[in-house]
């Protein structure tokens, strides 16, 4: 990685913009005719908005310019900023990614490369940020703290504070990321304060908490940390609040935390929020869009439209104190976005540093720099030799209730039930009339031979099996299906191509998602990976499945950090407990 970035956050400041912003110079740039959202006072001011370089030089009467937009009475807003996301979720590298943001308005994102990090440790999270570099997008570096999440799955690498303490050194790094480990955090583990105060030292911490509470809640925030964006309820959300955490709204592709969240968003809260994605998928982006999608979505549901683009721009800057992002204001970078709508704003041009990004909804490609983007790297699965019975789970004499996961769809958390098994020749097996599906996770990392064996409701697959190698955080290979035969034939597709996501039946392969970049990335254009995607998504509705995307949510089964119940390659993890229990009741 080089020593000096291309895309600094925050660049010099000239004698030729003081020239155009006294009005003795003529600015390379003028909007002309806008109206202007301003996110420090909530108001629309109609005027020109003045641009030298990457620059706002001023707002007002400004005219003598070298070429000039008029917006003839759209509205002009700071560029969008999604507060926290993992760009492995959107199955693309930044230099991808990008294509699918900008023309949704979005001109900074906090990436945190907790996904490639787990797998193969600093030298993903070096690919991330050299891929970043010099990209017409704000991309801002959150560094990975739990890697692994906890010591209840396996996983490719490992980090200490002393492995991320030179990564700090590049100006885009902004905080320690989501500090998942509060159980670590709240009785003080010395190696997990040794990062917390790491971070505190050189930027602030970010959080990372489900459903914590009362005093346990006092303890993580007295560590410093900073905010979460695990809020499932209003009142946890008011609470966490209160206590001087800033809450980031999410609502990605699998979790959906905003109609629940917005309730806790008054006159008096609104500078305590962001808005964030987390984890989105490529078609997703393309369709609906990004943090641009969450505005209107908010504004629907009934926030002021004003609100909902401060709560999506300053909010975030402030938070990560860049000084010169998430306003339209003088000496603040000429981040924006032009739509005509305000209850309803779709952007139709969006700019970075002054210059045209995105128009009409699609990505301008000159707005690109001409520069060789790393080679990606790959990661080999180390799969231990599988067969049918590998899958295979006995059943216990005498248990009449199994442990179950309870899977919803659009939230992280999952129920911890205990349901009547269905045995067949002496073996736990599925049930698809009761939507008890058998789940495995394989160890893909270090060939160790682990396999969690367990099973789950609320995915509603009829026939057949679906596998995944993006399995939060450790990435280990998912396998969710109605039978052995077809969960073997999803492993071996998913070895042979060197990782991704299928869909399996009656032994034949529907549709194939190759990921070869750390079995989580593509290295396909945005527009392959979107038509493969969608190919995927139909192969796994055929299966019996009612949900528009089953991958998302399978890929937070094995996440053993949020509860209530999830399956690592350790075994069925009670997170609640925060300790490994067996199937039986």
């Keep these: 990685m080089s020593s000096t970035p291309t895309s600094l956050p925050n660049g010099p400041i000239t004698p030729d913009l003081l020239a155009v912003a006294r009005g003795d110079a003529p600015a390379d740039l003028v909007f ?89 440790g600093l030298p993903g999270i070096r690919y991330i940020m050299e891929d970043a570099e010099g990209l017409p997008i704000n991309a801002m570096f959150a560094l990975s703290s739990c890697v692994p999440s906890s010591h209840l799955e396996t996983s490719g690498a490992r ?7 030179p990564l700090f050194d590049d100006p885009r790094v902004v905080a320690l990321a989501e500090m998942m480990n509060f159980p670590g955090v709240v ?43 695990e809020c499932t309820t209003a009142a946890e959300a008011l609470e966490k609040l209160s206590r001087g955490m800033r809450i980031y709204i999410r609502e990605g592709s699998a979790a959906r935390n905003l109609e629940a969240l917005l309730p806790a968003i008054t006159p008096s809260t609104i500078g305590r929020f962001c808005f964030c994605t987390d984890d989105r998928h490529p078609g997703d982006l393309a369709d609906e869009g990004h943090i641009d999608h969450i505005v209107r979505r908010a504004i629907k549901l009934g926030l002021e439209p004003i609100a909902a683009i401060t709560i999506a721009t300053l909010n975030p800057a402030m938070h990560y104190r860049k000084r010169d992002l998430g306003a339209i204001a003088p000496g603040f970078f000429a981040d924006l976005v032009v739509f005509d709508n305000l209850d309803e704003p779709h952007p139709r041009a969006t700019y970075f540093h002054g210059k045209l990004a995105a128009k ?27 067969s049918e019975s590998s899958f295979a789970i006995a059943a216990k004499p005498g248990a009449a209730k199994i442990r179950v996961i309870g899977m919803d769809p659009h939230q992280l958390l999952t129920a911890n039930l205990t349901i009547a098994p269905k045995i067949v020749d002496g073996q736990y097996v599925s049930d698809t009339s009761r939507d008890l599906l058998k789940l495995c996770v394989v160890e893909r990392h270090r060939a160790s031979g682990n396999i969690g064996r367990g099973f789950i409701t609320g995915f509603g697959l009829k026939f057949g099996a679906i596998a995944s190698t993006v399995g939060h955080d ?21 070895d042979a191509c060197g990782g991704g996501q299928c869909a399996v039946k ?59 119940l999830k399956l690592s390659d350790l075994g069925l993890v009670d997170v609640d407990q925060f300790k490994v229990v067996p199937l039986e009741v």
């Design 474 to 494: 450790s990435h280990n290979l998912a396998i969710l299906g109605t039978n052995d035969a077809d969960m073997l034939t999803a492993a071996r597709a998913l």
């Design 187 to 229: 009785h003080a583990d010395p190696g997990v304060l040794a990062k917390i105060n790491l971070g505190l030292a050189r930027r602030i911490v970010d959080g990372h908490s489900p459903g914590l509470r009362g005093k346990p809640l006092q303890a993580y925030l007295a560590s410093g940390i900073s905010s979460d964006h």
């Design 360 to 386: 009409g909804g699609a990505f301008i490609e000159s707005s690109m720099p001409v520069s060789t983007r790393p080679t990606p790297p790959r990661s080999p699965l180390h799969l231990p030799p599988l």
């Design 159 to 165: 980090l200490e504070a002393a492995d991320l303490a």
């Design 506 to 564: 009656n032994g034949k392969v529907l549709a194939l998602f190759p990921l070869p970049i750390a079995g989580l990335m593509s290295d396909q254009p945005a527009t392959v990976v979107i038509q493969q995607q969608r190919a995927l998504m139909a192969a796994a509705q055929s299966l019996g499945c009612p949900h528009h995307d089953p991958f998302m949510p399978l890929s937070f089964m094995p996440l053993p950090v949020i509860p209530s």
């Design 32 to 120: 002309a005719n806008a109206k202007i959202i301003n996110v420090f006072t909530g108001q629309i001011e109609s005027g020109n908005v003045a641009i030298h370089k990457d620059r706002i030089a001023g707002m007002g009467d400004y005219t003598d310019s070298r070429e000039t937009v008029d917006l003839k009475g759209s509205f002009l807003a700071p560029g969008f900023i999604d507060a926290h996301m993992h760009v492995e979720s959107t199955s693309l590298p930044p230099s991808q990614f990008v294509r699918l943001a900008l023309p949704h308005g979005t001109t900074g994102v906090v990436l945190d490369p907790h996904e490639i990090a787990n797998v193969l």
